[in-house]
């Protein structure tokens, strides 16, 4: 998993279809991605701009969302971002792209697998 996190000033439709777009603008349209049942994911705006894209949307499971690998990553950021913060007396988007970058440059702790750019096999360049 190649992790990314923008930060919004409210997760709405527009404001997540906002962000994956300058992901996608940097790294290529996906084929599929995965999300949480949140609203700002399931809306109609937000379903149309898939379909737009050919993009597949796999849910997590309203009863298990911890099985959700998004979430798993998630809670990782999260705790970098905490030791990040308390380190250098920043904000949390003033660490975000440090967080990210270790995220991305250490070996998986069980796989031994370093990821620093996305995988080419799950991407498509438009």
């Not at 979430?71 to 967080?99: F, Y």
């Amino acid at each position: 998993m190649y992790p990314e996190a923008i930060p919004v000033e409210s997760i709405t439709s527009p404001n997540v279809i906002d962000a994956l777009l300058s992901i996608f603008s940097r790294i290529g349209f996906p084929r599929e991605i995965q999300s949480d049942l949140g609203t700002s994911f399931t809306s109609e705006l937000t379903t149309t701009f898939f379909n737009k894209f050919g993009i597949k949307v796999t849910r997590s499971s309203v009863s298990h969302p911890q099985s959700n690998a998004v979430e798993r990553v998630h809670r990782t950021i999260k705790r970098v971002i905490k030791a990040l913060c308390v380190e250098s007396g920043e904000d949390w988007e003033g660490v975000l792209p440090l967080a990210l970058f270790s995220l991305r440059t250490v070996a998986h702790e069980s796989t031994r697998v370093q990821v620093s750019v996305p995988p080419s096999w799950s991407w498509e360049r438009i």
